[in-house]
């Protein structure tokens, strides 16, 4: 086995370099965070991603259900703001008449909405497996992984505005004497009290609403609790801003022009194959398809039903448009596990393979 020689006149070479040479380079960044383009296509990543998109659309749909934007407001905000001034609600909610099915359709957002940050982050984590360890887990492994570590990925989301509203209770509290006429000078000399954690709340909104674009991503590729995650993601931000700037703008930029060639290949494919059936247009690019078409409107011959036949050409339209917004959000998603990646490589020398643990076997 060979040692280090203990003579002391061994010549010893030490290299001397500028802190600036260690550093990545910007075009390497840049080709990480732009190869997501070509991640994003794998079957692997895109079938996760089409899974997370029809959750979306179904979270949608129960919102909708349970009254969530179906409010009733005044004409203009001159009637709003006099309803308000005369003690009157401005809005009317269109689920209050269900108290029930409201309760049942909040409980399906929150279980949801769960599993949506479920899923987005195995996807960035199997991308981050992928990058930093050359090791393609399966999308089941993934998942395992996310159920076992389900409270800290959605805790990463849900627990830092909690604990901000938690944090500005008492300053809530202690303002309900102001209305006693000798309270209201105690509760005003003491109003530094509840000053100090509405002020620690304040710095954790703020902090999760700057990370909030990377949160998901850094909890899916660092350990620690959630408050810790938030404020070392806004950390992160603040220190390399104008390389987080520059990798979000190659992320755009990047996105756009294959968002062009995908969506493009979509629509040229429902285009071409609808030419059979008389269509004189090809569905939209930047709207999601519809379940009821132009097919429907076209017919089919034959003495079979048009309408039955063209709802069912409508649905394998729709699939083919929403694998190509399938591919969007997932490009989304690694993009941002990229871009945590390489500012976190920059900012604190960490290599893409120091990930959190356990991960995913």
Same mark, same amino acid.
């Given at each position: 086995?060979?040692?280090?020689? #203990? ?27 732009? #190869? ?12 996760? /991603?089409?899974?997370? +998109? ?54 399906? +957002? ?15 984590? +199997? ?83 700057? #990370?909030?674009?990377?949160?998901v991503p850094a909890a899916a590729c660092e350990g ?52 059979? +059936? ?16 132009? /097919? ?12 039955? /036949? ?21 490009f989304v998603l690694l993009a941002s596990g990229r ?23």
């Amino acid at each position: 086995m060979n040692t280090f020689p #203990s003579d002391p006149n061994w010549p010893t070479v030490t290299v001397v370099s500028r802190p600036g040479d260690l550093e990545p380079r910007w075009r390497d960044d840049a080709a990480v965070v732009g #190869s997501a383009v070509f991640a994003a296509m794998r079957p692997d990543r895109l079938i996760p /991603a089409w899974i997370v +998109l029809m959750l979306l659309r179904l979270l949608g749909a129960v919102g909708h259900a349970a009254g969530i934007g179906e409010r009733m407001l005044p004409g203009n905000p001159i009637d709003a703001w006099r309803l308000w001034r005369e003690g009157r609600p401005a809005t009317i909610d269109a689920a209050a008449s269900d108290p029930l099915g409201g309760l049942l359709h909040g409980v399906l +957002l929150v279980v949801g909405g769960m599993a949506l940050v479920m899923l987005s982050a195995v996807l960035v984590r +199997l991308d981050a497996e992928r990058l930093g360890r050359d090791r393609d887990l399966p999308t089941w492994a993934g998942l395992r992984w996310a159920i076992a570590s389900w409270r800290r990925l959605v805790g990463a989301v849900l627990l830092p505005p909690v604990l901000a509203f938690l944090l500005s209770v008492p300053a809530i509290l202690l303002a309900l004497p102001t209305r006693v006429p000798v309270l209201d000078v105690v509760v005003a000399v003491l109003w530094i009290v509840p000053l100090v954690p509405a002020f620690a709340g304040a710095l954790l909104g703020v902090a999760w609403l700057v #990370s909030l674009p990377f949160i998901v991503p850094a909890a899916a590729c660092e350990g620690g609790d959630p408050v810790e995650t938030t404020v070392r993601v806004a950390s992160l931000l603040r220190r390399r801003f104008p390389r987080t700037l520059a990798m979000v703008t190659v992320a755009i930029a990047s996105g756009l022009v294959a968002w062009l060639l995908v969506a493009g290949v979509a629509v040229t494919t429902v285009g071409l194959a609808s030419i059979g +059936l008389g269509e004189s247009s090809a569905p939209s690019v930047w709207s999601f398809p519809t379940l009821a078409g132009s /097919a429907a409107e076209a017919g089919t011959s034959g003495g079979e039903d048009p309408g039955i /036949a063209a709802r069912v050409i409508d649905w394998w339209h729709a699939g083919v448009m929403s694998l190509a917004f399938a591919w969007a959000l997932g490009f989304v998603l690694l993009a941002s596990g990229r871009i945590l990646l390489v500012v976190r490589r920059v900012a604190d020398r960490l290599p893409f393979d120091d990930l959190g643990e356990p991960g995913p076997e």
